[in-house]
């Protein structure tokens, strides 16, 4: 790799400077070289001091200078000639004493300067295009390169990742070990005749690490790693991603034990015959020459191949068939357990205070992957870096939680007292509602900043990782949703486009709880989503599964069901008008407030100093006790 691009730089420079010394030497000679007649008639005219033949190049030092130089050269195109016809000459300025003295050295063949370099010359030029030819045949040509993978062969960033890198997936890397064990030691597998699988899939939301455990795979086996990405599969031009899976597997049989690894795979391997309109020919295409290049290649090769998807239900069948990928590991969200260890690997090379607990932090950020946990603790430590603080703090990381989940602090934009009012009504509204609700998390934050895109935010987070909401949860979610609308038409007297967003939210829970999680008494527990994306090639005349009836029946109890939840957040929030109105006027005064504070506010206590750390706050007084992990 490394001298394939060295080598015509090298014959570049060399030619720049072969040439620059040919030239600017041609240019020298040039300004005092004068021709043979006027060499002649400068000695007629005993002009010549004296002068040196050197090969058939004479320099001549003259009494009197001519065109300014009183060092001229020439070149004598007949050596012998210019001998015979000057020879008397040239004695009896001798023996005059006009001539000092001469020489005639002596001839070395050919002087560099006037034939070896030029050929030098182009023979480095002729060189150095072959070179380019070369090169652009091999990699740096488009239009050379379009049936080739463009795999990253290696590792992209040249750090080797082990599966320690990896924290917390334990079960998954366990899964992986096996492959691991493959790969550097096949013969132990195939003696016994172990099948062991060609491909394996990893599934899981993105940022959990996926890309992460497939780059692990290879340095803890210690084996070629190449990577594509299933997008780059997919070209406009027909058969050229066919050509590039083929192309891939090439390469990777030639530096075996090798793991490829495709990332995002359901943008080539989505269901055949799915989508309208061109394109899909092309992908079918590919997708095929996959399926043909993993049958094709016998286990004793030790190529494996890995691919990663947040996305298994749209896969074409035929990819999870044995012998292709017929593996699936899933990789979750972690636990806390899990994001604790992930927080501890993120947090080597950052200076924290010594406050920080990570075990807080793991605790507070239920449903975060792997990827935001690390970005949680980044944002952190530019938010100290930025204030020139040494070390990041809690402070630091509770903001950075804030800005993550509601979008940077707006502070200086410009609102009307009008406005601040009407989102402090909408906020508490939000919060009063989530107060009075059994089932819903405590309320953290209430700020009245501009975050994001929103006016105000609220914030609560889940106690723990229970990933099962019950339908009391969800119908709850849906009531603490239309909080701020609920507040706006009951303290305002109008409604705004700001509650858009809840209402979105609120209407989507509802019309899972009806079709899809069959929580409704008049449907019945029947499912009437299929919960994947519905495909319009394919499944054109079948995406409703469902009569028109019942399709109205649906719409009939989702509308139900937000009414319901109107009424009783109506309720709610008419009940505790006082204390609602308390919340806006502390939100007024303060523009945020800290869940304790809001707490002391609906208890009626006296409301204490703001804390900092308030999304973290109740988090690390848990007594010890571990959630159940999955
Ligand atoms: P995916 O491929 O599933 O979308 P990635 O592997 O690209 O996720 O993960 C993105 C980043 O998140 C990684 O580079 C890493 O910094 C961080 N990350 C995710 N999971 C973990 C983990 N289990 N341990 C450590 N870091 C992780
Ligand atoms: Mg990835
Ligand atoms: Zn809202």
């Known amino acids: 790799m490394k001298n394939r691009r060295l080598i015509p730089l090298v014959l570049y420079l060399l030619v720049l400077i072969a040439a620059f010394t040919w030239l600017s030497d041609l240019f020298q000679t040039d300004v005092n070289q004068i021709p043979y007649s006027e060499v002649v ?217 090798a793991i490829i690894f495709i990332d995002e795979i359901d943008a080539v391997g989505r269901k055949r015959g799915s989508g309208l309109g061109g394109g899909h020919d092309e992908k079918e295409q590919t997708l095929n020459q996959l399926l043909v290049e993993m049958d094709g290649f016998s286990r004793t090769e030790g190529v494996i191949v890995l691919a990663a998807t947040n996305r298994p239900d749209i896969l074409d069948p035929a990819l999870l068939r044995p012998g292709r990928f017929d593996r699936q590991i899933h990789v979750g969200r972690p636990d806390v357990k899990g994001r604790e260890e992930i927080l501890k690997v993120h947090a080597k090379g950052k200076r924290l205070d010594a406050s920080v607990n990570l075990k807080t932090i793991a605790r507070s950020t239920a449903g975060f992957t792997g990827a935001d946990l690390s970005n949680l603790l980044n944002e952190a430590a530019i938010l100290a870096a930025r204030e020139n603080r040494p070390v990041l703090t809690m402070v630091d990381l509770n903001e950075a939680l804030m800005k993550i989940t509601a979008g940077p602090a707006k502070k200086s934009r410009v609102q009307t007292r009008k406005d601040l009012k009407e989102t402090a009504i909408h906020e508490a509204g939000h919060a009063v509602a989530m107060y009075n609700l059994p089932t819903h998390d405590p309320v953290r934050h209430i700020t009245i900043i501009p975050r994001g895109q929103s006016l105000g935010a609220t914030w609560y987070l889940p106690t723990d990782d229970s990933a099962n909401l019950t339908r009391n949860q969800m119908y709850e979610q849906i009531v603490s949703l239309l909080g701020g609308r609920v507040a706006e038409a009951l303290f305002i007297g109008d409604i705004s486009v700001g509650a858009s967003n809840d209402i979105d939210r609120a209407s989507k829970l509802a019309r899972d709880m009806v079709a899809r999680y069959g929580m409704c008494e008049k449907l019945g527990t029947v499912s009437y989503l299929d919960g994947g994306e519905v495909f319009i090639g394919r499944d054109y005349q079948t995406t409703k599964s469902y009569s028109e009836k019942v399709a109205g029946t649906i719409d009939d109890e989702v509308k139900a069901l937000i009414d319901k939840a109107y009424d009783r957040c109506r309720q709610i929030l008419l009940e505790n008008e006082q204390k609602l109105h308390q919340v806006v006027d502390f939100l007024l005064k303060k523009e945020s407030m800290t869940g304790e504070q809001f707490e002391a506010i609906m208890k009626g206590e006296p409301v204490e100093e703001a804390s900092a750390t308030a999304l973290f706050d109740g988090f690390e007084t848990s007594d010890g006790k571990e959630p159940e992990s999955k």
């Open 41 to 257: 008639e400068l000695f007629r005219q005993e002009q010549v001091k004296n002068f040196v033949v050197d090969g058939n190049v004479i320099t001549m030092n003259l009494y009197t200078p001519l065109n300014g130089e009183t060092t001229i050269t020439s070149t004598l195109a007949d050596l012998d000639g210019f001998q015979q016809q000057m020879g008397d000459l040239l004695t009896e300025q001798v023996e005059s004493g006009v001539l000092e003295y001469y020489h005639y050295l002596p001839e070395e063949g050919f002087s560099p300067y006037t034939l070896i370099l030029p050929l030098l010359v182009v023979g480095l030029i002729l060189l150095f295009v072959w070179a380019m030819f070369m090169s652009r045949a091999n990699s740096a040509n488009p239009l050379n390169n379009f049936g080739k993978a463009r795999t990253v062969l290696g590792v992209p960033d040249g750090k080797k990742v082990t599966f320690a890198d990896v924290a917390g997936a334990d079960e998954e890397k366990e899964e992986l070990q096996e492959v691991v064990d493959f790969l550097r030691n096949p013969e132990k597998f195939t003696e016994i005749g172990a099948r062991i699988p060609h491909g394996l899939l990893l599934v899981g939301p993105p940022g959990t690490g996926k890309t992460l455990l497939a780059r692990a795979v290879a340095g803890e086996a210690d084996v070629q790693f190449l990577s594509i990405s299933g997008s780059d599969f997919v070209e406009m031009y027909v058969g050229v991603g066919a050509s590039r899976v083929r192309d891939l597997f090439d390469q990777a049989k030639k530096v075996a034990p």
